[in-house]
């Protein structure tokens, strides 16, 4: 154990310069290479997040529009189906008006026959 704290107090310059030699290229990767990753990262992140946010309103203003349109076709069979229920009533009173218009035809047809 002596040996080695002798041999780390006798080469303690060198190994000082090495560390901080070490230190010096740790610290310029650091500053030239992982950080401008992690600011690329963050800044594709960032757009990939607005891009979300801008789809995401895209299709909110489709699904509003959309569904205003869904809306207006319902309105629209809705009258339909009222109209073609109005009009059905209005056939029935025309058959009924019919039949008895073909009653009384008959009837006057026999009232006017010469009486045998």
Do not use: C, H
């Not at 154990?1 to 060198?14: E, H, L």
């Not at 230190?23 to 963050?42: C, D, E, K, L, Y």
């Amino acid at each position: 154990m002596r040996k080695i704290w002798r041999w780390t107090q006798d080469n303690a310059g060198p190994i000082t310069v090495t560390l901080a030699v070490l230190g010096g290229f740790a610290a310029i990767i650091q500053f030239s290479v992982v950080r401008p990753m992690q600011q690329g990262f963050t800044a594709v992140n960032q757009r990939i997040d607005d891009q979300i946010r801008y789809i995401d309103q895209r299709f909110d203003a489709q699904d509003k529009y959309i569904n205003q349109r869904f809306d207006a076709q319902d309105r629209r069979i809705e009258d339909l189906v009222r109209d073609v229920s109005e009009l059905r009533k209005l056939n029935d009173r025309v058959i009924r008006n019919e039949t008895r218009i073909d009653i009384l035809i008959e009837q006057l047809q026999t009232a006017d026959a010469p009486a045998p």
